[in-house]
């Protein structure tokens, strides 16, 4: 077995690899996964090292080994011109989606019903940072704002557009950071009322970018409605929101006695804390009361910790799905911790990898921990 190299093998269960590997490549969408997984080769041959992953003008950076994190802003206290490039210039790999279509067919000879739904998820997560179906998404979400009466029950509307957009994520039909841009978008409406800041921001004047994807659309309207009276307050009260339902979120699944529950709560945490986070981060940088700006910033930072955990365990989770490469992985790593640091080492990263990295359910501790051999299903 190669532990974390970019072979696919048949998986012993097609439906839920599928469904995790569409999770995964449903939070920011398909290139993201597919650079890092063609990248594997490199990172493992790092552990610990940063690395910076350049797209046109946009680069983000991913530590890689047992602790790997990702990051969209440069990594505090690494300078960023030493870290080794990875070039994700021109069209990506197309290795997942395609296996994603593999998986598909495979079903389609045992369970046509399934095959079905399954091809509708991979063709949504081939498509989901396609700037031109994003595009119409948000066209859309223009379009519904704009044509809101100032005076009608815009709380209820919200709330109905949220629920909705939910469930299209949960059903794997549309992307993080779609549904994040909307999450964003209906919170301030909900904790702004009966002021509704987003219709006010329709309606002022100058252009929104709908063309280069939801997180400029939402910034762009954003920045009109700081510039209402009271509109910074109301972004920082729906973002601190969004953050209080994806704690609760990582709450419930730290409870799930199924592998199941655990994963897609995790999951249907991401556009919650992404939304939280891009709010923050846009108070940090273009707040209008500058004191408040560090702890804004902060307050993303928490966030986007939030958000990288939420992207790595969705990784992990399809990996397990092939072959349970990973838990190999992080089995052996926690008996390497015992060699070297006694057994509070070993406890001490098994707490890691389920309290506080949400990688793996807290009913796998005492496995993770070699206490048992039988691998549980559940609690």
């Known amino acids: 077995m190669n532990p974390r190299g970019t072979n696919l093998p048949e998986a012993a269960g097609p439906k839920y690899a599928a469904i995790s ?40 950076y991913l530590r890689s080994g047992e602790s790997g994190r990702f990051s969209v802003t440069p990594p505090e206290g690494v300078d960023p ?8 210039s021109g069209l990506p790999p197309t290795l997942l989606r395609d296996y994603l279509d593999s998986l598909g067919k495979s079903i389609a000879t045992t ?39 100032p005076n009608s029950p815009n709380l209820g509307y919200a709330s109905e557009f949220e629920t909705k957009t939910r469930r299209r994520f949960i059903d794997l039909e549309i ?85 199941g529950v655990f994963y897609g709560t995790v999951f249907e945490s991401f556009p919650f804390a992404y939304a939280a986070q891009q709010g923050f981060e846009f108070l940090a940088n273009t707040g209008i009361d500058a004191s408040k700006r560090g702890n804004y910033k902060m307050l993303a930072n928490v966030c986007e910790e939030r958000v990288a955990a939420v992207f790595a365990t969705m990784r992990v989770d399809f990996s397990n799905a092939l072959d349970w490469r ?48 039988k691998l549980p299903y559940h609690a």
């Open 175 to 259: 992307p993080g950071t779609l549904v994040s841009a909307i999450f964003l978008l209906t919170r301030i409406v909900s904790v702004a009322m009966p002021v509704d800041f987003v219709h006010q921001a329709f309606g002022i004047g100058g252009s929104l970018d709908i063309f280069d994807g939801p997180q400029v659309f939402v910034r762009d309207v954003l920045a009109k409605i700081i510039h209402i009276e009271g509109g910074e307050a109301q972004i920082a009260a729906a973002a601190a929101a969004l953050q209080a339902d994806a704690e609760s979120l990582a709450d419930r699944a730290e409870a799930a006695s199924d592998f």
């Open 326 to 373: 990973e838990l190999h992985l992080h089995r052996a790593a926690i008996a390497r911790a015992r060699e070297s640091g006694g057994s509070a080492a070993a406890e001490q990263l098994a707490d890691q990898y389920t309290k506080f990295s949400l990688l793996y359910p807290l009913f796998m501790h005492d496995f993770l921990l070699s206490k048992t051999d």
């Open 81 to 88: 011109a030493t870290l080794p490039v990875i070039d994700e």
């Open 21 to 60: 590997l569409a999770r995964y490549l449903l939070c920011f969408g398909p290139k993201g996964p597919e650079w890092a997984w063609q990248s594997d080769e490199a990172l493992v041959q790092a552990p610990g090292q940063w690395f910076a992953f350049r797209n046109g003008q946009r680069t983000t």
């Open 111 to 149: 369970d046509p019903a399934a095959a079905t739904r399954i091809d509708g998820i991979a063709q949504a997560a081939r498509n989901a940072d396609d700037l031109g179906v994003l595009r119409s998404e948000i066209f859309a979400i223009c379009d519904s704002f704009i044509r809101r009466e």
